[in-house]
């Protein structure tokens, strides 16, 4: 076995708890990570010292230091490489990588990936999410993690899961708590999956502490109402909304959309165990298990990288902790579980393509998920499907599923400059079939 | 670092080791235009979605999102194709 590093893409709690086991193996680790600093979606830092903390369990604060810590003390075996963004793999099994600041796109050889890039939120789509002042919540908490600073005037946070409640609890003790908080679900008529949630002391005490928050700002926290649609109105938004029998419309600056988390949508790249390269997922992106269970995958993950590669025996050692967190997320899905309004045709649903529900509508009803891609142009721009895949595979139940989104491979998975590719040495990876269908797909 | 960027020629300010995104949101600029029209904005804060693509001179099209701010930066809305793979 060579000393070839193993590539851990993403530096969120998975990606930093896969490196620092490998190192502790003995393992020089490569780790990329697209922004300028490390954490992930939970640990986002603060743009400078100066900026407030957000309000948050002190439990994130300490699994965030102790994971700083040892990213330290690992030293030079772990080679961090931030505001690298990983492109994919090209026909020979080379990573990708973009270095954002020298602008330069880099093929690395390594001997087996761990993709540790996150979950995507889910958004249902109504007439109008497109619009500027519509913000996924959990971007909106990353940028206030980043600023501080909450944004300006009314804001709505709607859509289901326990996410609305933290956001909406920290943009109060940020200073500005929203009008209301919209869950879609009706978790109080799920006495049974509240009851199994109570197995995590340390989640139920967390959402716990969100509510009070509210309560105390007198933030409405208003059951099985849903957003049907959006309109400006001058620097405003009028968002209607359906609960029960009744309409309303709440007249706000910013509306915040989140529908629940999704899992492996972020790469599209699917594990492998048998290649070469084995590649495999951890954290968030392979199974949607929260922060505290990702630095555990990321262990297992890096674990089982050791076993294929002969350098290690698999250990089970975080097995019961990633069992505890599927229970937990499984009580909470079964605690918001409501279907979103079926949205009417006018409804965008391919944002970066310009294609509405009703285009989806011409489509023959038996298209498979490929046809639907490929003829109808559905999840083949920039973002990819990250989005609109979801929302595809919701009003398309049927589509075949064996023909899903990943069937059909592109390269890269985001945006590279020109400038940056003319710096990119390897001609054979120039010349790899995926990047010519890419091209001319456009 | 503190200082300013441009926007299609308007200075907005920013915060030391802020993002594009949080500045541009800061300064009220929500509407990134997008293409063909239709409007393009900061949505999911994570580089996932690519509605916040921007061109950044020099740069090329960035997420503004994922995009340290530099002082004296001049950005835009994003076209696609062109200097885009
Ligand atoms: C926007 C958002 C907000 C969230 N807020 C909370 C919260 O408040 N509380 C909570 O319990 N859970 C929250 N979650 C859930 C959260 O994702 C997990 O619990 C936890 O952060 C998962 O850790 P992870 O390491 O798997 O992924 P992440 O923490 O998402 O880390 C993935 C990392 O990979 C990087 N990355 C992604 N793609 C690439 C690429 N192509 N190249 C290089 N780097 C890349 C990202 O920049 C990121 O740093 C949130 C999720 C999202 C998406
Ligand atoms: S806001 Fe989605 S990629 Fe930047």
């Given at each position: 076995?060579?000393?070839?590093?193993v590539?851990?893409?993403?530096?969120?709690?998975?990606?930093?708890g896969a490196?620092?086991?490998?190192?502790?193996?003995?393992?020089?680790?490569?780790?990329?990570e697209?922004?300028?600093?490390?954490?992930?979606?939970?640990?986002?830092?603060?743009?400078?010292p100066?900026?407030?903390?957000v309000?948050?369990p002190?439990?994130?604060a300490?699994?965030?230091?102790?994971?700083?810590?040892?990213?330290?003390?690992?030293?030079?075996r772990?080679d961090?490489?931030?505001s690298?963004?990983f492109?994919?793999l090209?026909g020979a099994?080379?990573?990708?990588?973009?270095?954002?600041?020298?602008?330069?796109?880099?093929?690395?050889s390594?001997?087996?990936?761990?993709?540790?890039?996150g979950a995507?939120?889910?958004?249902?789509?109504?007439p109008?999410?497109?619009?500027?002042?519509?913000?996924?919540?959990?971007g909106?908490?990353?940028l206030?993690?980043?600023?501080?600073?909450?944004?300006?005037?009314?804001?709505?946070?709607?859509?289901?899961?326990?996410?609305?409640?933290?956001v909406?609890?920290?943009?109060?003790?940020?200073?500005n708590?929203?009008?209301?908080?919209?869950?879609r679900?009706?978790?109080?008529?799920?006495?049974t999956?509240?009851?199994?949630m109570?197995?995590s002391?340390a989640?139920?005490?967390?959402?716990?502490?969100?509510?009070?928050?509210?309560?105390?700002?007198?933030?409405?926290?208003v059951?099985?109402?849903a957003?049907?649609?959006?309109?400006?109105?001058?620097?405003?938004?009028?968002v209607?909304?359906?609960?029960g029998?009744?309409?309303?419309?709440?007249?706000?600056?910013?509306?915040l959309?989140?529908?629940?988390?999704?899992a492996?949508?972020?790469t599209?790249?699917?594990?492998?165990?048998?290649?070469?390269?084995?590649?495999?997922?951890?954290?968030?992106?392979?199974?949607?298990?929260?922060?505290?269970?990702?630095?555990?995958?990321?262990?297992?993950?890096?674990?089982?990288?050791?076993?294929?590669l002969?350098?290690?025996?698999?250990?089970?050692?975080?097995?019961?902790?990633?069992?505890?967190?599927?229970?937990?997320?499984?009580?909470?899905?079964?605690?918001?579980?409501?279907?979103?309004?079926?949205?009417?045709?006018?409804?965008?649903?391919?944002r970066?393509e310009?294609l509405?529900?009703?285009d989806?509508?011409?489509?023959?009803p038996?298209?498979?998920?490929?046809e639907?891609?490929?003829?109808?142009?559905?999840?083949m721009?920039?973002?990819?499907?990250?989005?609109?895949?979801?929302?595809?595979?919701?009003?398309?139940p049927d589509?075949?599923?064996?023909?899903?989104?990943?069937?059909?491979?592109?390269?890269?998975?985001?945006?590279?400059?020109l400038?940056?590719l003319?710096?990119?040495?390897?001609?054979?990876?120039?010349?790899?079939?995926?990047?010519?269908?890419?091209?001319?797909?456009? | 670092?503190?200082?300013?960027?441009?926007?299609?020629?308007?200075?907005?300010?920013?915060g030391e080791?802020q993002?594009?995104?949080?500045?541009?949101?800061?300064?009220g600029?929500?509407?990134?235009?997008?293409p063909?029209?239709?409007?393009?904005?900061?949505?999911?804060?994570?580089?996932a979605?690519?509605?916040?693509?921007v061109?950044?001179?020099?740069l090329?099209?960035?997420?503004?999102?994922?995009?340290?701010?530099?002082?004296?930066?001049?950005?835009?809305p994003?076209?696609?194709g062109?200097?885009?793979?």
């Amino acid at each position: 076995m060579s000393d070839a590093p193993v590539l851990v893409v993403g530096a969120g709690p998975a990606g930093l708890g896969a490196a620092l086991a490998l190192a502790q193996a003995g393992v020089p680790v490569v780790l990329t990570e697209q922004r300028d600093a490390i954490g992930g979606a939970i640990h986002r830092q603060p743009a400078s010292p100066q900026v407030p903390k957000v309000l948050r369990p002190a439990r994130h604060a300490r699994s965030f230091a102790m994971l700083a810590a040892g990213l330290a003390a690992a030293g030079g075996r772990i080679d961090l490489r931030t505001s690298t963004v990983f492109l994919g793999l090209d026909g020979a099994d080379n990573a990708l990588i973009d270095d954002r600041r020298r602008q330069r796109v880099e093929a690395l050889s390594p001997a087996g990936i761990i993709l540790a890039t996150g979950a995507v939120e889910k958004v249902h789509p109504f007439p109008g999410w497109e619009l500027p002042g519509v913000m996924t919540a959990g971007g909106a908490q990353v940028l206030l993690k980043e600023t501080g600073r909450a944004p300006d005037g009314p804001v709505l946070v709607a859509g289901s899961g326990p996410l609305l409640l933290a956001v909406a609890a920290q943009l109060a003790a940020a200073g500005n708590p929203p009008v209301a908080v919209l869950e879609r679900g009706r978790p109080w008529r799920r006495p049974t999956a509240l009851a199994a949630m109570l197995a995590s002391p340390a989640n139920v005490a967390e959402g716990v502490g969100y509510a009070a928050r509210l309560l105390r700002h007198g933030v409405p926290y208003v059951t099985g109402a849903a957003v049907t649609a959006v309109r400006t109105q001058g620097d405003d938004l009028d968002v209607m909304v359906r609960h029960g029998a009744a309409e309303r419309t709440y007249r706000v600056r910013h509306l915040l959309v989140h529908d629940g988390l999704r899992a492996g949508a972020s790469t599209g790249i699917t594990e492998t165990r048998d290649g070469p390269v084995p590649v495999l997922l951890a954290g968030d992106g392979r199974e949607i298990l929260g922060a505290d269970a990702a630095v555990a995958d990321g262990r297992r993950a890096a674990a089982e990288m050791l076993a294929l590669l002969g350098r290690g025996a698999a250990s089970a050692g975080d097995e019961q902790t990633l069992g505890a967190a599927r229970r937990f997320q499984a009580a909470l899905a079964r605690l918001c579980e409501a279907p979103p309004p079926s949205p009417p045709p006018e409804t965008l649903v391919c944002r970066c393509e310009g294609l509405r529900v009703a285009d989806l509508d011409h489509l023959r009803p038996d298209a498979s998920m490929r046809e639907l891609r490929l003829v109808g142009r559905f999840g083949m721009g920039p973002c990819q499907g990250r989005f609109c895949g979801a929302s595809v595979a919701a009003l398309r139940p049927d589509a075949d599923p064996s023909l899903k989104a990943s069937a059909v491979p592109r390269w890269p998975v985001r945006p590279v400059s020109l400038a940056s590719l003319a710096g990119f040495g390897d001609p054979a990876a120039r010349t790899n079939p995926r990047i010519h269908q890419d091209t001319e797909d456009r | 670092m503190t200082g300013t960027f441009f926007w299609q020629g308007r200075r907005v300010p920013f915060g030391e080791g802020q993002t594009l995104a949080a500045a541009l949101l800061a300064a009220g600029l929500r509407d990134l235009g997008g293409p063909d029209g239709r409007p393009a904005r900061i949505f999911c804060g994570i580089g996932a979605c690519q509605a916040c693509a921007v061109t950044v001179e020099g740069l090329g099209v960035v997420e503004a999102c994922l995009t340290p701010a530099v002082d004296g930066m001049r950005l835009g809305p994003a076209m696609t194709g062109d200097d885009h793979v």
